[in-house]
């Protein structure tokens, strides 16, 4: 005999409990925002009901003279981002898996998680306050008797401090799964590789 749907929600009610969690955060944080894309197609108020307006804005940024300007920009720091950056990650994982002590290496990973945990917003403001005109790098090249240069607006360093700045955040993070990979590899297959004549590169 078929149960109903309620039935078998109540003869595994543990189950589905221990499920709820998942769902409150896929629908929070997942679906709740795709919903609120909507807002692209309306003039946001916060006082009254949002007024449609159409592909208004689509018609603005595509209109612009500096659309052109934006995609360069969007896809180079994007490449940047996800291809120049990319082996630095399973570099830093295999510069992990060659450090001996144990300790050491746990620390340097603590160390390299960190900026992972911090908001966009505090990292902002950290190189805002090494890279801004009144920054602590501008002080350094003012007792040289150098002129201070805004680094963070200034158009041929912002993509390299893009880089850097993600770099630095996601280098710990993202060399998580390198490291697993690396550490799950046979030790028979180095071994067999020593046999063979092969050295450490």
């Given at each position: 005999?078929?149960?109903?749907?309620?039935?078998?929600?109540?003869?595994?009610?543990t189950l589905y409990l221990m499920l709820l969690p998942t769902i409150a955060y896929f629908v929070v944080f997942k679906v709740i925002p795709i919903w609120n894309m909507r807002l692209a197609f309306y003039k946001f108020s916060a006082r009254s009901s949002w007024e449609f307006v159409g592909l208004k804005y689509f018609k603005m940024i595509f209109g612009t003279s500096s659309f052109l300007n934006i995609l360069k920009n969007t896809l180079i720091i994007s490449f940047m981002k996800y291809v120049l950056l990319f082996p630095f990650f399973a570099i830093f994982a295999i510069m992990l898996n060659e450090i001996v002590s144990n300790r050491f290496r746990k620390t340097i990973q603590v160390i390299s998680y960190l900026p992972h945990f911090l908001s966009w917003v505090v990292i902002a403001g950290i190189w805002i306050s090494m890279l801004g005109t009144e920054g602590g790098l501008n002080q350094l090249r003012g007792l040289f008797g150098a002129k201070a240069v805004d680094f963070m607006t200034d158009r041929s360093s912002i993509r390299w401090i893009l880089f850097f700045c993600e770099g630095w955040r996601s280098l710990g993070w993202d060399s998580i799964v390198y490291f697993t990979a690396i550490l799950s590899i046979n030790q028979s297959l180095y071994e067999a590789v020593s046999i063979d004549g092969g050295g450490r590169w």
């Open positions: 005999m078929k149960r109903s749907l309620g039935q078998r929600i109540s003869s595994e009610k």
